[in-house]
């Protein structure tokens, strides 16, 4: 493998305080000598297959094919432990943090999945975790604090902006600046300053290693077109990586455009933003004339960023991937659908890209695989607040 | 040596000629409100700061605690832009060296390192920090800042590794700011034992550029104490917090001067 990237293209880079460089060195050191370490991966690859459940399925919506009119793949992820893609990274980081003796674990949320993957990590391995989370998201997302706290995690509120994910991650930054030497930081997903991009990609890419096994198994021939939702970008470079080098192979990111782009009341930082800092990395970010990061809008918390991973912006300036937005009344309807056609209830993230797919079926011959990256269960009060259905 | 970077040096030299450290105030511009904020600086420029530190309001400060952070919130709410701050230092800058202090993404939002440079010029400042670009990353930003005449003022910190500090001590332009603990601004109870031996070794480093601490200083004593060591000395999120307590722009200039006129007492100690 080759050797950990600081930047794709101009995108990625450290801008951090001077107090964490000698940590992400250090980070950076270990995870080169850990990713191919063969006692590491054995253990990774035990757990993943016992403990998460890996592979998940690649799975063919019928009803859903039907519907749009051509064979779509679900890369089940929703049937991962806890529910979501991100324990791939979670327990991954964890067990590197154990590696680096590391015993107190911090995490942001904010759809809640990446705070209960990081508690569940972190039980299992019995370290401690703070999980800080913004009180809006809080809000939305009761059941995951209550799962947090059963395993044992604390849920540290943050009042700061917004409430939701970017004042989270930055009240996780702080922290980090603050206890360093003893802590490690468990970013969610596919930003942050170098090398944390990479790290979780590469803990991620089992997502797109799988699915191109599966689908070569099923069809015996790539997709057309591969397609996931992007907030920060995790599970969308997870199932991207393995195909990047398929030139023959379509990679759609879907980001959360909110209530429209053209209202400002958005998450899309690749269709509407600028190029900027957030969080650490230089990437396509939501912000003002002066500088100033905007709130972002979404009805999906894990997708409620004004930023997203460097690599993506990278791959929309190569044109190797292409990203567009869906609405919040958009991600609504696809939630109901596939719902009602397949008995799957989407994460309202994943829900993005099951709208995209509705609106743009695949013409001509072959398949897409589209990644479901989480499962909905936790956005059904929300849903009921914002659609008057009630069951 | 830079234009700026002689203001800066020329400031520390004073101090030390009278037998002392320099005192560097930190503000938020704009805080309270942008009339509190000219009435701050003001109040430190006649006050007896040597050089006066200005932030700049950001709505994502990862190096900033809960009073500084918390600042810069209200400043924004207030309207605060990049321009309330060069205001604020157009208004001091003939008086006290005026280094700002500003986050990657402001910059370039501002059309990158060449063309902020020009605008901090022209509102007479004499060096820029920041906190979120460390030796390494864009260096085209440094180049551009000092080939303007801005001194480029680097951060070192406690968990900066000896050969890491030898090459941002090389670097540097105008002073070197040392962060004092690990963690982000704001007051501390207690400055950490190691502190004296940091700043030796740091100096050391530094030959004849200044070293200047920072981050948890909150009272006039641990102004003293770290004076000792250091070229200088900023106190940041305390008086923040004075500014902020005042109610008026009269009350914050006279509950921030009368910090400074205790600390300058405490320093020539």
Known sequence: MSAIEQRFGPYGGRYVPETLIAALDELTAAWEATREDPEYLARLGGLRRDYIGRPTPLYLAERLSERVGSRVYLKREDLAHTGAHKINNALGQALLAQRMGKARIIAETGAGQHGVATATACALLGLECIVYMGTEDIRRQAPNVERMKLLGAEVAAVDAGARTLKEATSAAIRDWVANVETTHYVIGSAVGPAPYPVLVRDLQRVIGEEAREQALAAEGVLPRRVIACIGGGSNAIGIFAPFLDDAEVALIGVEAGGDGIETGRHGASLNAGTTGVLHGSLSAIVADEDGQILEAHSVSAGLDYPGTGPQHAYLRDTGRAAYFPVTDAGALAALRELSRLEGIIPALESSHAVAWLLENPLAGEGFDVLCLSGRGDKDLAEYVRRTGEVS | ?269
């Open chain 2, 1 to 269: 040596m830079i234009a700026g970077e002689q203001r800066i040096r020329a400031a520390f030299d004073a101090a030390r000629a009278e037998g002392r450290a320099a005192l560097m105030p930190y503000m938020m511009a704009g805080f309270p409100d942008r009339e509190s904020g000219l009435a701050v600086a003001a109040a430190y420029a006649d006050a007896g700061a040597d050089l006066v530190e200005l932030g700049v309001p950001y709505s994502d400060p990862l190096a900033d605690g809960p009073t500084n952070h918390a600042a810069a919130t209200r400043a924004l709410a207030e309207g605060a832009t990049l321009r309330t701050a060069l205001e604020a230092c157009e208004a001091i800058a003939d008086k006290v060296p005026v280094v700002l202090m500003i986050y990657t993404n402001m910059v370039l939002a501002h059309g990158g390192g060449e063309e902020f440079a020009k605008l901090a010029r022209a509102a007479g400042a004499a060096g820029v920090i920041v906190p979120d670009l460390p030796l390494g990353e864009d260096e085209g930003i440094r180049d551009a800042f000092g080939a303007a005449g801005l001194a480029m003022v680097p951060l070192v910190a406690p968990t900066t590794p000896d050969e890491r500090r030898r090459r941002i001590c090389a670097v540097a332009k105008g002073f070197i700011y040392l962060v004092s603990t690990v963690g982000t601004t704001g007051e501390r109870g207690e400055l950490p034992p190691e502190l004296a031996a940091l700043v030796a070794a740091t100096k050391a480093d530094a030959g004849e550029t200044p070293v200047a601490v920072g981050f948890g200083i909150g009272t006039p004593a641990q102004a003293a104490e770290v004076g000792k060591v250091a070229d200088g000395v900023i106190v940041g999120s305390r008086l923040v917090r004075a500014a902020g307590e005042g109610g008026s722009p009269a009350a914050a200039a006279d509950s921030v001067a009368e910090f400074l006129a205790e600390a300058r007492v405490a320093l020539a100690g």
